[in-house]
């Protein structure tokens, strides 16, 4: 059973930084994990991921260069790290880790608020 606990969300003000954590559990072997975001109103997006094993990272375009995502292999955690951040990255923020079954596995989500 995969289990994947997310935390690190908040409110911040324009401009500001969060780090959001993802750790998670259970022996399936990991292809990549990454994090989307869903703000009210709008379907799911993704925002970044990055391969379990070989680091290779790739971010949505609007997040690129303010963001980054990085994981612990033996902490079994995925982080992504949010600089400068905006209103519009204002959502709930989800972990996603994918096997090389293709089987997707989801957190619970965090709330992250970026007041302007």
């Known amino acids: 059973q995969v289990r994947l606990v997310e935390t690190g969300g908040g409110l911040v003000q324009a401009g500001g930084s969060l780090r959001l954590s993802c750790v998670t559990s259970?022996?399936?072997?990991?292809?990549?994990m990454g994090w989307y975001r869903q703000a009210p109103g709008k379907e799911r997006e993704y925002v970044a991921a990055i391969g379990w094993n070989n680091g290779g990272t790739d971010y949505k375009y609007s997040v690129g260069g303010r963001f980054t995502i990085s994981r612990d292999i033996a902490k079994k955690t995925v982080y992504l790290q949010m600089n400068n951040l905006k209103p519009e990255d204002t959502a709930i923020y989800y972990c996603?880790?994918?096997?090389?079954?293709?089987?997707?596995?989801w957190g619970q989500g965090t709330q992250v608020t970026v007041s302007s």
């Open positions: 996603n880790q994918r096997g090389f079954d293709n089987l997707e596995y």
């Open positions: 259970g022996r399936n072997a990991i292809y990549n």
